[in-house]
């Protein structure tokens, strides 16, 4: 008895093995290099958050700045993973790179931007005491302040949270 054999000659392949994979044509040219500006704009939103870490005002418009390069290239790769796919051809290489890159410059500097929103006090009393702090006591003495201002900050902000109780009117 014959076996079947569908179109394309496939057949039965033998146990274990997968069809070999069709192979896809390389993505056009702007797709690529849209990829590959996703690519870079991640890397530069890690680099920004990594140098804008230094000053404090600096460090705002650094990381607005790599919120919205991080941002561009999330945008920039899932856009080129999708315009390949809607070609018909291979994806870019480098477009998961630009989403993954893009997406931790999002997380920290998000982040870096709550801290400074919420801490903004104590970083800028504490940037302004290592500025005249001259010997490794001084600084220590600066350290300590800013640890015991954020953990008095942390409290108050955990006791306005836990402790949201309603009153009921007395009389």
């Not at 809607?86 to 998000?110: D, E, K, M, Y």
Request: hydrophobic fraction near 45%; charge should be positive; glycine fraction near 12%.
């Amino acid at each position: 008895m014959a076996r079947y054999q569908p179109q394309g000659g496939r057949g039965a392949q033998p146990r274990g093995q997968l069809p070999p994979r069709r192979q896809l044509p390389p993505p056009e040219p702007p797709v690529r290099q849209r990829a590959l500006t996703a690519l870079l704009l991640g890397v530069l939103s890690l680099i920004g958050l990594m140098l804008g870490l230094g000053n404090l005002r600096r460090g705002v418009f650094v990381a607005v700045l790599t919120l919205l390069f991080a941002a561009t290239a999330v945008w920039l790769g899932v856009t080129a993973s999708k315009k390949a796919r809607r070609g018909g051809t291979a994806r870019p290489r480098w477009a998961a790179g630009g989403v993954v890159l893009g997406c931790i410059g999002l997380v920290f500097s998000a982040l870096w931007l709550l801290v400074l929103a919420v801490f903004w006090p104590q970083l800028n009393t504490y940037y302004n005491c290592m500025g005249g702090a001259n010997t490794v006591a001084a600084q220590q003495t600066c350290h300590d302040q800013f640890t015991k201002s954020v953990g008095s900050e942390i409290s108050v902000l955990q006791n306005g949270r836990l402790r949201v109780t309603r009153r009921r009117p007395t009389g």
